[in-house]
């Protein structure tokens, strides 16, 4: 289901997409979850909303364990910045090579979906996370990548377009067709 306006079309991934963020939008307010849930859970939905069922849980897959691992890292790499008096040098080399870690580790398992939110949400821990609560503020950003990745999924459920589909036998009409 598609409409085209001129060189512009607007189709179902669409407008599942948009689903999505209304209801992530939706949650993160009635649960007081702030700005930055709802940005990180609609870029998880952004990122996970395919084309199809089976590759929205794919991808929501992928996101989801490449957020834990991004998250991970963000908590490694933000301990050792913390011993180390948060030196710049420890910041410039440990970023890069956690990415670098985290790619090679996303590849390795064939999760190539996640492999973009997994490092951002590398980035976005590491380079925004509070002086205080580190590893409960990688959690929650976890948890709304997870939200993100739910809301996704079962907002591409309700449009299941690639489900298999199941003939039916024609039933055989005559003597012969019984043969």
Do not use: C, W
Request: aromatic share 10%; hydrophobic share 55%.
């Amino acid at each position: 289901m598609s409409l085209q306006f001129g060189r512009f079309r607007l189709g179902l991934r669409t407008i599942k997409t948009a689903l999505a963020i209304f209801i992530i939008l939706i949650l993160t307010h009635l649960f007081h979850r702030g700005q930055t849930a709802a940005m990180i859970a609609g870029i998880s939905a952004v990122i996970a909303v395919r084309d199809s069922y089976t590759a929205t849980l794919q991808a929501s897959k992928a996101r989801f364990i490449g957020s834990a691992l991004g998250g991970l890292l963000a908590v490694i790499y933000y301990f050792i910045y913390l011993l180390s008096h948060q030196n710049f040098a420890v910041q410039v080399i440990l970023i890069p090579v956690f990415v670098l870690v985290n790619i090679v580790i996303m590849d390795g398992f064939e999760l190539h979906p996640g492999l973009v939110g997994a490092n951002a949400t590398l980035l976005i821990i590491a380079l925004t996370i509070t002086k205080t609560d580190y590893v409960a503020y990688a959690l929650n950003r976890v948890l709304d990548t997870f939200v993100g990745v739910i809301v996704a999924t079962l907002v591409n459920s309700a449009f299941i377009h690639d489900a298999p589909l199941k003939k039916i036998a024609k039933a055989p009409n005559n003597q012969e067709d019984r043969k």
